[in-house]
Each structure stands twice: as C-alpha cells, then as structure tokens.
C-alpha cells in the first residue's frame, strides 16, 4: 500500500497530519491529484491561543462529506498539529459540545500534539453523564461549524477544548492544557473518502522516519486473550514496527502497560531483533465500523540485552478488515 505524506480520515475521527520532515497527521486537502491527497495547503486561517501564544498553522487540510468533518491545522517546521473532528449526523452547520453528541450516541474528537512526539493533549468525555477517564476533569469542548460553502469549497468555524493526559504511568495524576478562541476560517476541503489504498501508517525510529513499504492490517482472535487489531508498517528487508489495539476499545488515550495480553501495546523488529513495549500510548482519535485512526508513541525494549528504542510521532489510519 501506498504511504500518503498528508492525510485526512474519515472520523468518528480526527484527523491526522502525518509528520514527515517537517508536517506530521492529517488535515485539511484542498485538492486531489489522481486520487492521491495533495500535500495541504497555506490557503485559509487555522488559529487557536494556548499557554500563553497564539498556535498559527502554516499546512491545513479538511474534508467534509456525508460521513464526517475532519479539519488538520500543522506548524511547520515545530511539527505542532491541532486536529478536530465530527461525525455523522453532526457533519453540517451547528454548534457541537461531547454532551450534546454522546447523547446521540456519537463522539467528536479535538487533540494538540507536541512537536516532540509525545502523547496528545484530547478533549475527553465519554458519556452523556459527563463521565471521563480523567478524574477530576473538567471538559470544555466545543466545536461551532458556521460556514460549510459547497460552491468554492471553503469551511469556517471555531472551536476550544481542554486538552488533558496522563503525566505518568501510574494513571492517577494528570496534565492538562487550555485551548480558546479557536478558529479556522475558509479552509478549502474536498469530499474525497479515498478508496481501499488509502492506509496511512507514520513513525520516528530513535528520531529517524522509519519509511515502511507496506501495510499490513489485521483482526486477530487469539486463544485466552481479547480480539485485537494488528497494525503493522513494514520494510522489504524485514524490518518493522507494529501496534495492537483492543478491538473493543473506543476513542480516546490508552496507557501500554505490558507486552502481552494488553488493550494496547507496541513493538518492532529491527536487524532480526524484537523489541517489545515497555512504556507508552496509543490514542485512537476516531473509529468506525470500517476505519480506526490514531496516534502513538512507545519506548520499546530487548529484554535480552535491554537495549531500548524510541517510537515517536506515529500515526495510524486504516481500514478494519
């Protein structure tokens, strides 16, 4: 399968503008060429004010179609990416909070990544309770679509979140990061769902792009553990990274805490030597019944010679057999 240096998805997901040298996960695409997604575009306004500064996006990306919004705004060269998304039927003009859509049985999705690699900061709220895998969150995400023009194909609106994640392994203590006055003002979109080929997997191997030549996606049923999804980028010369994902697991960020038998974990074989996880997260920013997209970072380890490598900057949008 081909690698797609820009990409957008189709959400219950966010998108992802995937980082290579400069530009990282998926956002907005003013147009194709030849089907394959062109590599963004500095038309438009994406903007969004945090600690203290205002994020300015240089590379933006967008589709909106009947399946879901998704709109990418990156900064080069930083690498920082902001990334939001809708569902159907929440795709149209409105105003939008994680309570209003979850009582309708969907999800949206708002994320900032780091420039270094590290897990995002994602709105987080799961039910229509108000219950978050954070305690002692408070969630603020809004997403107000204001202009949806079909006939130049442009998309404005704002948006704010507060971003949060785990600060630590332990799962108890938290960090979080305030986002307000975001807007994106007619950022050009296409309709394009992309086809069958359209699998996008990125990575950072100890700070190098790993370039992988194939993608190999699976749904795995083993004996005595969960169903899981296999995701997997490939060299020709054998080596690779791979991610597992609970299959049951929905968005949001997901702790690896082990190597077998996990909801999430990592590893990669490299010059005929495995590496398993150690430490990490994936975050799955959108899922449907056909296609799941994220985000992952690891620190994976030879429990042999406990030699350790650095999995950074991934990004994952695949079909799900």
């Given at each position: 399968?081909?690698?797609?240096?820009?990409?957008?998805?189709?959400?219950?997901?966010?998108?992802?503008?995937?980082?290579?040298?400069?530009?990282?996960?998926?956002?907005?695409?003013?147009?194709?060429?030849?089907t394959i997604p062109n590599?963004?575009?500095?038309?438009?306004v994406f903007k969004v004010d945090f600690d203290g500064k205002t994020f300015v996006a240089n590379t933006v990306q967008a589709i909106v179609n009947d399946s879901y919004i998704a709109i990418s705004g990156l900064k080069t060269p930083s690498g920082e990416?902001?990334?939001?998304?809708?569902?159907?039927?929440?795709?149209?003009?409105?105003?939008?909070t994680w309570k209003s859509i979850s009582v309708a049985g969907g999800m949206m999705g708002i994320a900032y990544m780091p420039s270094n690699g590290t897990e995002p900061f994602s709105a987080d709220e799961k039910d229509s309770g108000g219950a978050s895998d954070f305690p002692g969150y408070t969630d603020t995400?809004?997403?107000?679509?204001?202009?949806?023009?079909?006939?130049?194909?442009?998309?404005?609106g704002t948006f704010q979140f507060t971003g949060v994640k785990f600060k630590d392994l332990t799962g108890t203590s938290i960090e979080t990061k305030v986002f307000t006055n975001g807007s994106f003002t007619d950022i050009p979109f296409t309709d394009d769902n992309f086809g069958l080929d359209a699998d996008t997997f990125y990575a950072k191997l100890?700070?190098?792009?790993?370039?992988?030549?194939?993608?190999?996606?699976?749904?795995?049923?083993?004996?005595?553990?969960?169903p899981y999804y296999s995701i997997v980028g490939k060299k020709t010369n054998g080596d690779s990274i791979s991610i597992s994902i609970a299959q049951s697991l929905s968005v949001?960020?997901?702790?690896?805490?082990?190597?077998?038998?996990?909801?999430?974990?990592?590893?990669?074989?490299?010059?005929?030597?495995?590496?398993n996880a150690n430490s990490g997260s994936i975050t799955i920013t959108s899922k449907t019944a056909t296609q799941i997209t994220g985000t992952f970072n690891a620190v994976v380890k030879n429990f042999t010679t406990g030699n350790t490598k650095?999995?950074?900057?991934?990004?994952?949008?695949?079909?799900?057999?």
């Open positions: 399968m081909r690698k797609i240096q820009f990409f957008i998805l189709p959400f219950i997901i966010i998108v992802t503008f995937c980082l290579n040298s400069c530009g990282e996960i998926e956002p907005l695409d003013p147009a194709l060429l030849d590599p963004g575009t500095t038309t438009g990416l902001v990334q939001i998304g809708l569902p159907a039927p929440f795709n149209k003009v409105g105003t939008y995400a809004s997403i107000t679509i204001s202009k949806i023009d079909v006939i130049n194909k442009k998309i404005s100890d700070g190098t792009e790993f370039v992988e030549n194939n993608i190999d996606v699976a749904a795995v049923v083993p004996f005595g553990v969960n949001g960020t997901h702790q690896i805490t082990g190597i077998f038998g996990e909801p999430v974990t990592s590893s990669c074989h490299i010059s005929n030597i495995l590496y650095t999995i950074s900057s991934g990004a994952f949008s695949v079909e799900l057999p």
